[in-house]
């Protein structure tokens, strides 16, 4: 169990001074010279670099030591805004410690599993055991996604062939260990817009509503998609908005926006389920205009059939915190759907019970343990 495991570096002392670096997203220099320092002094190569595709520069961060087999463990430093700082019992950015709890805006979100990370590679790092270790650390995760993992994977997969990676998302849903992510549902979302014609509601002849067609499409995009898989939940499509933009008791409006998101699983190609919604969504006859506007995909569905990187993990885990991890493919994305791309990727972490919320928070007993159970799952991964 994990109270038997000593590691040289404390991953609470690192979790609060990561949390003190404000950094909401995209993250500010700090928090990476943080991590620098730290990964540093362990003896690992660091190089940061800067992305700005999408307009705003986003800074990264690639760190390696050894070779042969090679682990990575990704992660980012970005954070949510924390609202209103007066609703939050601790102040977001305080990082205080009260009893066996660390407040902070990132604490399950992830600049705790990443301290938990760092500590458990400089661990590995001073054993001079075979291998290699790197860190793919980004500063925008919880922003566009654009400038950060995408990139940065795809050039440090130029640097060597990546065996395994994983991520430290907070998977864990009641106890540390309790659940691994061995793969995710895509998204996709768009907006829906009818054009009809505005006009007085008592001469509705002269008008054209375009309400009426636009909740038909709602109920035709709410139809069950598929009945799921062996390793995935049913897709899922909610509808998160309909506006009329209408003040007024006695105006027809011209036009009625719906706007949806539908989690998918690995029944659906992006490309076909577009398709599907497209003919569910229809033309609006009648002379009514229907555009439709796609945001930007998040990717399809994925999942890691590397029994090998899967077993090491559960092995690990159960070893460390006494669980048996649940391996599931539910919540939402990550930039685990960047990753797939290079290496198998299972992701593992925290609690995260209150990630994004006010006095997000974690034990810190189950941060140190959070730690000896990424270094029990370097041993073992670099022993696969």
């Known amino acids: 169990m994990a109270d038997h495991v000593s590691l040289a570096l404390d991953p609470v002392d690192l979790a609060q001074r990561l949390i003190r670096a404000e950094s909401i997203t995209p993250a500010a220099p700090a928090a990476f010279d943080i991590v620098e320092d730290a990964l540093t002094a362990a003896g690992f190569e660091v190089t940061r670099m800067t992305f700005d595709d999408a307009g705003t520069p986003v800074e990264n961060l690639f760190a390696t030591k050894g070779s042969g087999r090679h682990l990575a463990f990704a992660g980012h430093v970005d954070v949510v805004p924390p609202g209103s700082e007066e609703a939050w019992s601790h102040p977001p950015f305080g990082a205080e410690i009260v009893g066996d709890t660390l407040y902070g805006r990132g604490a399950q979100d992830m600049k705790g599993a990443v301290a938990a990370m760092i500590v458990a590679a400089?661990?590995?790092?001073?054993?001079?055991?075979?291998?290699?270790?790197?860190?793919?650390?980004?500063?925008?995760?919880?922003?566009?996604?654009?400038?950060?993992?995408?990139?940065?994977?795809?050039?440090?997969?130029?640097?060597?062939?990546?065996?395994?990676?994983?991520?430290?998302?907070?998977?864990?849903?009641?106890?540390?260990?309790?659940?691994?992510?061995?793969?995710?549902?895509?998204?996709?979302?768009?907006?829906?817009?009818?054009?009809?014609?505005?006009?007085?509601?008592?001469?509705?002849?002269?008008?054209?509503?375009?309400?009426?067609?636009?909740?038909?499409?709602?109920?035709?995009?709410?139809?069950?998609l598929d009945e799921g898989t062996e390793q995935f939940a049913p897709s899922n499509l909610e509808i998160v908005s309909i506006d009329v933009g209408n003040p007024a008791w006695n105006v027809i409006p011209e036009t009625a926006t719906l706007r949806f998101n539908v989690r998918f699983n690995d029944l659906w190609q992006p490309e076909a389920l577009r398709a599907e919604l497209l003919e569910r969504i229809g033309t609006g006859g009648n002379s009514l205009q229907v555009d439709v506007t796609w945001q930007p995909s998040h990717g399809g569905a994925f999942r890691t059939k590397d029994d090998a990187l899967i077993a090491a993990?559960?092995?690990?885990?159960?070893?460390?915190?006494?669980?048996?991890?649940?391996?599931?493919?539910?919540?939402?994305?990550?930039?685990?759907?960047?990753?797939?791309?290079?290496?198998?990727?299972?992701?593992?972490g925290g609690v995260g019970d209150t990630m994004h919320q006010v006095n997000e928070r974690t034990s810190v007993s189950e941060l140190r343990t959070l730690a000896a159970a990424y270094r029990a799952i370097i041993d073992a991964v670099l022993a696969a």
């Open 122 to 224: 400089a661990d590995w790092a001073a054993s001079d055991a075979p291998g290699r270790v790197s860190f793919v650390i980004t500063g925008d995760e919880e922003g566009a996604a654009q400038d950060g993992t995408a990139p940065l994977i795809a050039w440090a997969a130029t640097r060597g062939r990546i065996d395994a990676c994983v991520v430290g998302e907070p998977t864990s849903r009641v106890t540390l260990g309790d659940t691994i992510k061995i793969g995710r549902r895509g998204s996709m979302s768009a907006e829906v817009t009818v054009t009809g014609r505005q006009g007085h509601v008592a001469y509705q002849h002269l008008a054209q509503s375009p309400v009426p067609e636009l909740l038909a499409m709602g109920g035709r995009l709410l139809e069950p």
């Open 313 to 348: 993990l559960t092995g690990a885990i159960e070893a460390t915190t006494g669980v048996t991890p649940e391996a599931t493919t539910g919540g939402g994305t990550s930039d685990a759907r960047f990753i797939k791309d290079y290496c198998p990727v299972v992701e593992f």
